[in-house]
């Protein structure tokens, strides 16, 4: 089965994403993953970021996350190389963010 999963993500005054997530492949841990925007403008969410996790693989993944506004929700979309590697759909509530994601 393709990971699916669940992130949380806090929105820091400078409008960085710091994420807590697991999937269903992994065991049950918890990982972290911050996300930077690349172009920081308002208070919107909304954007391309360069994100950055260690798995247990002890690899560090990094690429690019973008995030587009959905009427009432978010479209995730985490991007390594030109590969998409997740997709998501999040709902925020003043500085926090959850989303739902799976494997592509």
């Not at 930077?36 to 994100?51: A, M, T, V």
């Not at 798995?55 to 995030?67: A, K, R, W």
């Not at 009427?71 to 995730?76: L, T, V």
Request: with cysteine; charged share 25%; net charge negative.
């Amino acid at each position: 089965m393709k990971d699916i999963g669940i992130a949380v993500y806090r929105i820091l005054q400078d409008g960085c994403l710091n994420g807590t997530w697991s999937h269903n492949n992994n065991n049950g841990e918890i990982f972290n993953e911050i996300a930077k925007r690349k172009n920081p403008n308002d208070n919107c969410l909304c954007g391309i970021y360069k994100y950055s996790f260690i798995e247990t693989d002890l690899v560090v993944h990094e690429g690019e996350l973008e995030i587009i506004e959905n009427r009432n929700s978010y479209d995730f979309t985490w991007r390594e190389g030109n590969d998409v590697k997740f997709k998501g759909i999040g709902l925020r509530t003043d500085n926090i963010v959850s989303v739902s994601y799976w494997a592509v």
